[in-house]
């Protein structure tokens, strides 16, 4: 059970990611696009911020990885609503790219969900490009227009993002947090040994 007096500085910023969505819906509720994206960049910011303020503070955890994967997941759902809301054209005219992306990646939640019974938080080498790539790619359609090359980009490494995702699921019987990727999850001693040595 988590409890705020436990949070540290890293947590803090993970939450803030949570804590933006009700701000984030009024805005698009409002029609605010503006403030919609700058606060929409607010929030990707902290993602950067509270990986790097866990690493080099030293205070990671499963806890806080959990935390990050909710807030990512979270802001990734808002930047996509609302392009829906803002940039309708586009999304119409791309939706079969768009679902070929998006309909595997709901897959590999489905299959955590059932296996571990929430949502994974490898943190992969793989998925922090794709999330900075996303995040760019959302904010310029936002802010100045749809950049076509970068999103075809985004689409193949959402893709390879997500097949690495599922593949890790099927490696590790139980929940583990901060895997690499593929090449370190063959000597990674927690897959080895069957156990989660992650702590809360």
């Known amino acids: 059970m988590w409890k705020f007096k436990n949070f540290n500085l890293a947590d803090w910023f993970s939450f803030y990611r949570i804590a933006a969505v009700p701000l984030l819906s009024m805005l698009l509720w409002f029609g605010e696009r503006e403030l919609f994206t700058w606060f929409l960049l607010i929030s990707y910011s902290t993602d ?82 794709s999330a900075v790539v996303q995040g760019i790619f959302i904010l310029w359609l936002l802010f100045f227009g749809p950049v076509y090359w970068l999103f075809y980009f985004m689409i193949i490494v959402g893709l390879l993002e997500t097949l690495e995702e599922i593949i890790l699921i099927f490696m590790y019987d139980s929940w583990v947090a901060d895997v690499k990727g593929f090449l ?10 069957g156990t989660n040595a992650t702590k809360q």
């Open 48 to 129: 950067a911020i509270d990986g790097y303020l866990a690493r080099k503070l030293k205070i990671t955890s499963a806890r806080g990885s959990q935390l990050d994967s909710i807030g990512d997941q979270l802001t990734f759902t808002m930047g996509l609503i609302g392009l829906v809301v803002f940039e309708n054209d586009f999304i119409k005219s791309n939706i079969i790219l768009i679902l070929i992306a998006f309909v595997p990646y709901l897959l590999q939640m489905v299959i955590a969900f059932v296996k571990y019974g929430k949502a994974t938080s490898f943190h992969t080498y793989l998925a922090k490009v």
């Open 184 to 193: 370190f999850a063959l000597k990674d001693k927690r897959r080895l040994n």
